[in-house]
């Protein structure tokens, strides 16, 4: 799996771009924004977790 961008976004701002999953999950608990990554090849285990409250 390639992480090929990431965005995390705030009251209606890009406020990062992190280079890893890692670093995403870190913005967004300390922005409470919300993350748009996109993967290359996820594979049928990654692409069938639940992205979250609020995304179905």
């Known amino acids: 799996m390639t992480i090929i961008d990431g965005r995390i976004h705030a009251e209606g701002r890009r406020i990062a771009c992190p280079p890893?999953?890692?670093?995403?999950?870190?913005?967004?608990?300390?922005?409470?924004?919300?993350?748009?990554?996109?993967?290359?090849?996820?594979?049928?285990?990654?692409?069938?977790?639940?992205?979250?409250p609020g995304s179905d």
């Open 20 to 52: 890893d999953l890692r670093e995403a999950a870190d913005g967004l608990e300390r922005s409470g924004g919300v993350a748009w990554i996109g993967l290359m090849d996820p594979g049928p285990a990654v692409a069938s977790i639940p992205a979250g």
